[in-house]
Every structure is written in C-alpha cells, then in structure tokens.
C-alpha cells in the first residue's frame, strides 16, 4: 500500500490531482474535513484547545472559527501554540486510516503537510503548482471573487520554491483545458508510483 501526500497553493490544481489518485485506486483524506471532523469527536483535542485559548467552543460545541482565528492568525507565537496541538492530533488520526486503509493506497491531501510532519508519513510528497496569472484566473472562477482579493489570497501562500526544496516532487500545472489537466496528471502518478515500485 503506497502513500502520497498531496499540498500546494490554492487554485494550482489540487482536486484534480486528487480525483486522478481516487481513480487509481487510492483512499483519499481531505485533512481539512478530518481537523474539523475531530474538532467534534476528539474529547482530548478539545480540551487542549480549551486550556490552551479560553472558551473557543460555542454553547452547541461547535468551534467558534471567527474568535479563533481572530487570535492566532495575528500573533505568531499564538499560531504556534495552536499548531503545535493540532498537528499532532491530525498525524496520529493519519496514520491510524493508513492502518486502516484496505485500497490500493492513500493520497494525504493536506495544506501542512510538510510543516506537520505528516510528509514523513508519506512515500513521496507531491506539491501541485501552476503559474500566478493561471491560478488568479481560477480562483475568480471557483470562489467568485474580485481580482484584488484573489490576488490577495496568492500573495498570502508560499512560493512555489518553497514546495520545492520541501517536497520530493513538484507537478506543475500550466494546462488550462482540464481534460488535458487530468490526462498529463495520469501520466504523472503512473511515472510516481512506478518508481515506487520499482524502488521497493
């Protein structure tokens, strides 16, 4: 059973990527829905947030996400604390569905996943990329937003240098034709997981 993981910026090309791994047999998680997921289940993540930040949680037990996010996306070291809690919690709920996981493999679909540590859970560590003017356009598209606050949205992630001298491999998206996308995206992850195979 092979695993990959999957990140990169907003609107390079990410779900196609992860609908191409799905087709090749792959369990996906979506670490976005799972965080929020344990956010309701996860007693003891929970009551570290808790200790940690205050009253966060709403009289129906949902998070409140505005006052959270209101302290931590503004002060670094408040952003540590949260991340130094959640990350953990999010690499054991991983690695207990890669134990669990019956399929062909697992594609770890993660914004943090190299910062997490995560990626080392992982046989290799792709990051999808594509060019500003090309991810631009599809965020206006995909989230109906003006060219200022797209272009906002780019500004605020890492470059794609980043993801190269943290990930193993780097597939760059420049197709805008999504048939063609998913078609130079097959080809990719059967050169990947040859590789991997051959390497094992």
């Given at each position: 059973?092979t695993?990959?993981?999957?990140t990169?910026?907003?609107?390079?090309?990410?779900?196609?990527?992860?609908?191409v791994?799905?087709?090749?047999?792959?369990?996906?998680?979506?670490?976005?829905?799972?965080?929020?997921?344990?956010?309701?289940t996860d007693?003891?993540?929970?009551?570290?947030?808790?200790?940690?930040?205050?009253?966060?949680?709403l009289?129906?037990?949902?998070?409140?996400?505005?006052a959270?996010?209101g302290?931590?996306f503004?002060d670094?070291?408040?952003l540590?604390k949260?991340n130094?809690?959640?990350f953990?919690?999010?690499?054991?709920?991983?690695e207990q569905?890669?134990r669990?996981?019956?399929q062909?493999?697992?594609?770890?679909?993660?914004?943090?996943l190299?910062?997490?540590?995560m990626?080392?859970?992982?046989a290799a560590?792709?990051?999808?990329?594509?060019?500003?003017?090309?991810?631009?356009?599809?965020?206006?598209?995909r989230?109906g937003?003006?060219?200022?606050?797209?272009q906002?949205?780019?500004?605020?992630?890492?470059?794609?240098?980043w993801?190269?001298?943290?990930?193993?491999?780097?597939?760059?998206?420049?197709?805008?034709d999504?048939?063609?996308?998913?078609?130079h995206?097959?080809?990719f992850?059967?050169?990947l997981?040859?590789?991997?195979v051959e390497?094992?």
């Amino acid at each position: 059973m092979t695993v990959i993981g999957l990140t990169g910026p907003t609107g390079a090309g990410k779900t196609t990527a992860l609908e191409v791994l799905a087709g090749f047999g792959f369990e996906i998680v979506d670490c976005d829905a799972l965080y929020y997921y344990l956010l309701r289940t996860d007693g003891e993540l929970r009551q570290k947030l808790a200790n940690a930040f205050g009253p966060v949680f709403l009289p129906d037990g949902e998070l409140n996400r505005r006052a959270l996010a209101g302290r931590v996306f503004s002060d670094k070291k408040e952003l540590d604390k949260l991340n130094a809690i959640v990350f953990p919690a999010m690499s054991t709920a991983v690695e207990q569905k890669i134990r669990k996981c019956s399929q062909k493999g697992l594609a770890i679909d993660a914004v943090n996943l190299i910062e997490s540590g995560m990626g080392e859970l992982c046989a290799a560590t792709v990051a999808v990329t594509a060019p500003p003017a090309l991810r631009l356009k599809r965020i206006m598209a995909r989230d109906g937003l003006p060219e200022a606050q797209a272009q906002a949205r780019i500004q605020a992630q890492k470059p794609d240098c980043w993801y190269g001298r943290h990930c193993t491999f780097l597939l760059e998206n420049q197709l805008e034709d999504r048939a063609a996308c998913r078609e130079h995206m097959r080809g990719f992850f059967q050169n990947l997981l040859d590789t991997i195979v051959e390497g094992d």
